[in-house]
């Protein structure tokens, strides 16, 4: 564990101090594992809210709440030289209010990829799929407003579906992949969206607002098929932590003889949850192939809301 820092940071943290990546769950996995490979000289803290998931169906004051939380641990506890909030709904909620609070540290949210989205798609209509708290606020309708001028984007709010896929993981995979709950809900909400393929007024391109939707990926591919584009966030949000990171001079200095195509190791690993820690293990596991002892609870008390 690094150095204790001041919760609102002021000297500049060491270039061996970890990132820290936070999301409710376990959907921030993928961003992270994004990271691992834009930064494979780095170390990472990553801090799954497991214990208070989801976050889209609770409104902003709880995730706000919990966000800064999550935040000021990850800076006191960890000694953190930058935090990315690998979750949607929490960006959504919170991304502007902890700029305010910690102007110091270099702060990396998630939005749904509204703009490649509307840039890519040929019929110039776009799916997005994404949680209540994300779909429902002002920043999202600002994003809608600023890329909606030559592409129609259907929306839909998808209650459920990140608890599905956090829970599917406590689980073996199973033998039907067609019968999960997970497949029922992309299903479903796809569905209510409309119709999916490369023909004109058809959506061609569906976006993940919500870090968890990757981990379903298979799923909404054998529902939409082979031609639609689904869009999710990992990548540029990993290149925008490397910018923010060298423009601190604060990047991890790359070491000589380093292979070109690394990737973050279990070493430079540590997994943090609220909740199961056999459900992140199993997730660590089965997604990035990352071994049950990069993982632990988290060393943080639990809210009295928790699960409330
Ligand atoms: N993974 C989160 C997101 O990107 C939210 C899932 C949830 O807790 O509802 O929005």
Same mark, same amino acid.
């Given at each position: ?11 500049a943290p ?5 990132i ?19 930064l ?8 799954a809210d497991?214990g208070?998931?989801?976050?889209g ?6 995730? &706000?709440?919990?966000?800064?939380? &999550? ?8 000694? &953190?030289?930058?935090?990315?909030i690998?979750?949607n709904?929490?960006?959504t909620?919170a ?17 749904p ?13 776009v ?5 209540r708290?994300t779909?429902s ?27 599905a896929i956090?829970?599917?993981?406590e689980?073996p995979?199973?033998a039907d992949?067609?019968a999960t709950?997970?497949?029922a ?11 999916f393929?490369?023909?004109t ?12 939707? &990757?981990?379903a ?8 098929g ?8 990992g990548a ?6 490397r910018?923010?990171?060298a423009?601190?001079?604060h990047?991890a ?7 070109a ?11 943090m949850?609220?909740g ?6 199993s997730g660590a596991?089965?997604?990035?192939q990352l ?11 639990q809210?009295?809301?928790?699960r409330?």
């Amino acid at each position: 564990m690094s150095a204790p820092r001041s919760a609102t940071p002021s000297q500049a943290p060491s270039f061996s101090a970890p990132i820290g990546v936070f999301d409710s769950g376990i959907g921030g996995l993928s961003v992270l594992q994004a990271l691992r490979h834009e930064l494979p000289h780095e170390r990472f803290v990553y801090l799954a809210d497991s214990g208070n998931a989801p976050y889209g169906e609770r409104g902003d004051d709880f995730v &706000i709440a919990r966000t800064r939380t &999550i935040a000021q641990h990850l800076i006191q506890a960890h000694g &953190i030289k930058a935090l990315v909030i690998a979750c949607n709904t929490a960006t959504t909620a919170a991304v502007s209010l902890l700029r305010a609070e910690l102007p110091g540290l270099p702060l990396i949210g998630v939005e749904p990829a509204l703009k490649p989205a509307s840039l890519s798609s040929q019929t110039h209509h776009v799916g997005v799929i994404a949680t209540r708290g994300t779909v429902s606020s002002q920043r999202f309708a600002r994003l809608v407003a600023e890329h909606g001028a030559h592409t129609q984007f259907h929306v839909q709010a998808c209650d459920g579906l990140a608890r599905a896929i956090e829970q599917s993981t406590e689980v073996p995979l199973p033998a039907d992949p067609s019968a999960t709950e997970t497949r029922a809900l992309c299903a479903l909400y796809t569905g209510m969206l409309g119709s999916f393929g490369v023909k004109t007024g058809q959506m061609d391109t569906l976006v993940l607002g919500c870090t968890h939707y &990757i981990f379903a990926k298979d799923d909404l591919r054998a529902l939409l098929g082979p031609e639609v584009q689904l869009i999710d966030t990992g990548a540029p949000v990993a290149r925008q932590t490397r910018r923010l990171l060298a423009a601190a001079g604060h990047l991890a200095p790359e070491p000589a003889g380093a292979p070109a195509n690394a990737l973050a190791g279990p070493a430079q690993l540590q997994l943090m949850t609220t909740g199961s820690l056999a459900a992140l293990q199993s997730g660590a596991q089965r997604w990035l192939q990352l071994p049950a002892t990069c993982c632990q609870a988290a060393d943080m008390e639990q809210p009295a809301t928790a699960r409330g």
